[in-house]
């Protein structure tokens, strides 16, 4: 496996170095740089991020550690547990600024709508249904994309998140799985758009596929973006293309994407597939198209056919996603039978086509239903306004 390290701009936190800067910093303080890499190790594998728990570090450097401010820059405001037990933990950033980052485990592996690829790798990997667990994690308080299905752009952008509060999700996490339970993938799929905060979510990525940390796959980890063509393509040669990519499209013509999705006017359909081609995936490795279906707008057979068109020579995998509701839109899923014919009409073009399970929709955990708790809503969600 590639651990190839990126240019990488300087972490805005201690949870946010890599060994090597923490062994520059010990060695300031008079150590050996042995030292720094156990600090790391203690951070990113064991998960403890409090000093005086690190038995095997000398005093001198516990308190150093303590006197720089080394501490989990998240603190968790709540917990939700959904009837599927699905988790999401809605932690503060910053003085009434929160985000939310969800533990899912996966409950069945004979579903017919998982992806044979996953199911097949974690039968190599030894992982049982109830082991296996999937974080959601966010980069970025509110969001600047303003798609008219999801939640999260509802109150605008209001900050970055730092590697540190992007990696440290996926260590918060961990101290909250149950017995036996394993984080086997991890995806930017939270709110925000990852490649609007690219600097940190690259550091992020660095710090949570380290080996000397948690040591994710790097094809563990699933990044969605909603089509920002130059990250994307700085994406793929920062990481050789081994970082999973998922592509939030949801049409299939530029005039009807531009109206839900206000980025496609800056990146149209002709850029974007462009990039998708050239994109450099992996041997049997697939990109995923995320297609939330919404009830009169993008969920006809037409638009069906026109996908698999569009999709033509891009090695792609297609994520159905029948619309969660949101407060404020009159925006719904098409009823499950109509879902079921459009991914048998992908199918029938001989694309893969899954539909997405609703997962924690009774705690607002699926989905688009990211939100910002307790802010204002400047952003009024319509319905799009489709033509033809």
């Known amino acids: 496996m590639s651990h190839s390290v990126p240019e990488l701009k300087a972490p805005q936190h201690p949870l946010g170095r890599l060994p090597e800067e923490w062994e520059q910093k010990v060695r300031e303080w008079g ?8 600090v790391f190790e203690w951070i990113h594998k064991q998960a403890v991020w409090e000093p005086e ?18 501490e989990m820059p998240l603190e968790l405001a709540h917990s939700h547990r959904s009837a ?3 988790r999401k933990l809605l932690v503060e950033v910053a003085p009434g600024q929160r985000v939310e980052t969800v533990l899912i485990p996966q409950l069945r592996q004979a579903d017919p709508d998982v992806d044979d690829e996953d199911r097949r790798q974690d039968e190599f990997d030894g992982m049982v249904p109830g082991q296996v667990v999937t ?3 966010s980069s970025q308080v509110g969001c600047a994309m303003a798609c008219v299905f999801c939640a999260s752009g509802r109150a605008g952008f209001k900050r970055n998140l730092s590697a540190a509060q992007i990696a440290g999700q996926v260590l918060f996490g961990k101290r909250h799985l149950e017995e036996k339970e394993f984080t086997r993938n991890v995806v930017f799929m939270g709110m925000g758009e990852p490649l609007h905060n690219y600097d940190a ?4 990525l660095v710090l949570l596929s380290h080996p000397r940390g948690l040591g994710l796959s790097r094809r563990r980890v699933t990044l969605s973006t909603s089509g920002l063509v130059p990250q994307i393509d700085r994406l793929a040669a920062d990481f050789d293309g081994q970082v999973q990519l998922a592509i939030s ?18 990146h149209p359909l002709p850029e974007l597939m462009a990039c998708l081609r050239r994109y450099p995936l992996p041997k049997r490795r697939r990109i995923t198209i995320e297609y939330t279906l919404i009830r009169g707008v993008n969920d006809g057979m037409a638009e069906a056919d026109q996908l698999a068109r569009l999709l033509k020579g891009i090695p792609a995998k297609v994520n159905l996603i029948p619309m969660n509701p949101i407060e404020e839109s009159s925006l719904r899923a098409p009823d499950h039978s109509h879902v079921t014919t459009f991914q048998e009409r992908l199918r029938s073009h001989r694309l893969g086509a899954y539909v997405r399970r609703q997962r924690g929709d009774d705690i607002a955990a699926a989905c688009g239903q990211l939100a910002l708790h307790g802010e204002k809503r400047r952003v009024k969600v319509r319905p799009p306004v489709v033509k033809g």
């Open 201 to 204: 979510v690259a550091r992020a």
């Open 135 to 137: 974080q959601c994690i």
């Open 31 to 38: 150590m050996p740089a042995y030292r720094g890499r156990q």
């Open 249 to 266: 499209l949801h049409a299939v013509d530029d005039a009807r994407r531009s109206e839900i999705m206000p980025i496609n006017r800056k």
């Open 84 to 86: 599927d037990s699905t």
């Open 53 to 70: 728990q690190m038995h095997n570090l000398p005093k001198a450097l516990r308190e150093h550690l303590a006197e720089e401010g080394l």
